[in-house]
């Protein structure tokens, strides 16, 4: 059974979702494109759309298709020209002790490999942190450059991957077990994970609409396992230290 998008707004010219984690946004050579987002939202919407922009297939998050030839070029201009403005949130491994700053080290991408290089394209990433655990860091990424892997291989080239990468980082999943004191599991049940993907969610999306050039800000609710995995490591992962910090409120 094909699952219903979200939709977080739509009008004549554009439709805004909250995409899932799990879902490829294009078709690839192994996968269909009724299996992926734009293949969805095509049946679901029943007309064709324009993809002007992407989010890796275990991130989830707001994204904006375009309705029409004329409404893809106008956003495909905005993105282009950085006049959209993304935020995203990510739960690092470690704890990241900057309170604010600044990524700026170019990206080399060469086919699917990604990579920080010299000869790479100018990426510069805004970060700052909401709240810090033992082991984690919760932090708002707002990347100021568009490109492949931004956000993740910014934050791996400063030695805090996302807690879950398994290209920039490990991909064992975050166990409630590992955070716990003397936790057991029940018997004859198997421990499953808080969170097993990609600690990476699209929050917002800044943009003029086509029609009546107004700027929109767009949200994304968290899913049920950031939730989860945000209340427990509050609950038994707290990070203790005399420095000062704000403590973000969901």
Not at 32 to 52: A, F, H, M, P, Y
Not at 141 to 151: D, E, G, K, N, Y
Not at 154 to 166: K, R, T
Request: net charge positive.
């Amino acid at each position: 059974m094909v699952q219903n998008i979200e939709t977080i707004y739509h009008d004549d010219d554009i439709v805004v979702v909250n995409k899932p984690s799990g879902i490829m946004v294009i078709p690839d050579q192994h996968t269909n494109e009724d299996k992926t987002l734009i293949g969805i939202l095509k049946e679901q919407l029943n007309q064709k759309i324009w993809v002007i922009h992407r989010i890796d297939k275990d991130t989830s998050g707001v994204l904006v298709f375009a309705r029409s030839a004329e409404s893809h070029r106008n956003l495909s201009m905005q993105f282009e020209s950085f006049q959209v403005y993304k935020k995203y949130i990510a739960l690092l491994s470690g704890v990241l002790e900057e309170d604010e700053g600044i990524i700026n080290k170019p990206i080399l991408i060469s086919g699917k490999y990604v990579s920080i290089g010299i000869i790479g394209k100018e990426s510069v990433t805004k970060f700052k942190v909401l709240e810090r655990f033992k082991s984690y860091t919760l932090v708002e990424a707002i990347p100021l450059t568009s490109r492949r892997h931004q956000v993740r291989i910014h934050f791996w080239s400063l030695g805090y991957p996302l807690a879950i990468d398994a290209e920039y980082g490990v991909s064992d999943p975050i166990m409630l077990s590992r955070l716990k004191r003397n936790y057991k599991v029940k018997r004859y049940e198997t421990e499953k994970p808080l969170i097993s993907r990609l600690t990476l969610h699209a929050r917002s999306l800044t943009l003029t609409l086509p029609s009546s050039s107004v700027g929109k800000t767009f949200e994304a609710p968290f899913p049920k396992d950031f939730e989860l995995t945000f209340k427990q490591l509050k609950k038994y992962d707290k990070y203790v230290t005399n420095k000062a910090y704000r403590c973000w409120r969901w």
